[in-house]
C-alpha cells in the first residue's frame, strides 16, 4: 500500500520521489508519518534538555544547524541532518543554500555585536531567514522553531516561543503563514506579536 499524504497549508508537500528516503516502511497515512516524525522530535528536544547552555558562537554554525535537523529527523528520514539536493518551488536555490546560510549566520552574528535589534527580534528573523532558504527536503518549519527555541533558552536566556499554537490549531497555523508572508516583505510586526501569543 502506498503512502498516501495530502500536506497542511504551508507545509512542504511529500513528493513522490521523497518517499524513497522514508526510513519507516509500510506507513499509509499522514498521521501515521507525523505520529513517528513526532516522537523522533520528542526525542532531540530531550537531547537538548540534557544541555545546559551553548554560546552564540556554538549555534551560529552550519554544523549545529543540519545536526539539530538530524536529531529531530534521522529516525523517520534518509535524508535528516543532510542539505536539499533538488531545488524546489520554495527557498534557495541548491547552489546557493550554503552560501545564503553563511550569510544568515553573519548577519547574526552582526545583528548581536552591534545589538541592531532586540533579541526577540534578532531569533525571529533567524528563524524566518532560515525557513525562507529551506535548507532540508522537508521539516523546515519545525526546524527553524526549534532552532529559535535553543537561542532563545539556551543561548540568550529567554523563555520559549510559542508561535501561537501553531502546530496543533489550524486557526492559528493560517495567522502564522501570514505573519511570515508580511516578514517576507520586511514586517516583522506580525510574527513578534505571534511569539508569545498563547
Request: charge should be positive; proline fraction near 2%; aromatic fraction near 10%.
Amino acid at each position: 500500500m502506498g503512502l498516501n499524504i495530502v500536506s497542511k497549508k504551508g507545509q512542504t508537500p511529500i513528493e513522490d520521489d521523497d518517499r524513497e528516503y522514508l526510513k519507516i516502511k509500510g506507513l499509509s497515512s499522514l498521521e501515521e508519518l507525523n505520529f513517528y516524525e513526532h516522537e523522533n522530535i520528542t526525542k532531540a528536544r530531550r537531547w537538548l534538555l540534557k544541555k545546559k547552555k551553548f554560546k552564540a558562537e556554538e549555534v551560529l554554525r552550519e554544523k549545529f544547524i543540519l545536526e539539530i535537523h538530524k536529531k529531530m529527523f534521522a529516525d523517520v528520514w534518509l535524508f535528516a541532518g543532510k542539505l536539499r539536493d533538488k531545488d524546489m518551488n520554495i527557498g534557495s536555490s541548491v547552489r546557493n543554500i550554503r552560501t545564503d546560510l553563511r550569510n544568515l549566520i553573519d548577519d547574526f552574528k552582526y545583528w548581536l555585536d552591534n545589538k541592531t535589534f532586540s533579541q526577540e527580534e534578532m531569533i525571529v528573523r533567524f528563524k524566518h531567514r532560515l525557513v525562507k532558504i529551506h535548507p532540508f527536503r522537508n521539516g523546515n518549519g519545525r526546524h527553524s522553531r526549534l532552532m529559535a527555541e535553543v537561542l532563545c533558552e539556551k543561548v540568550f536566556s529567554l523563555a520559549p516561543f510559542s508561535w501561537g499554537n501553531v502546530e496543533n490549531d489550524d486557526g492559528a497555523r493560517e495567522k502564522y503563514l501570514q505573519a511570515l508572508r508580511l516578514a517576507d516583505s520586511g514586517d516583522y510586526r506580525e510574527i513578534l506579536g505571534l511569539v508569545r501569543e498563547a
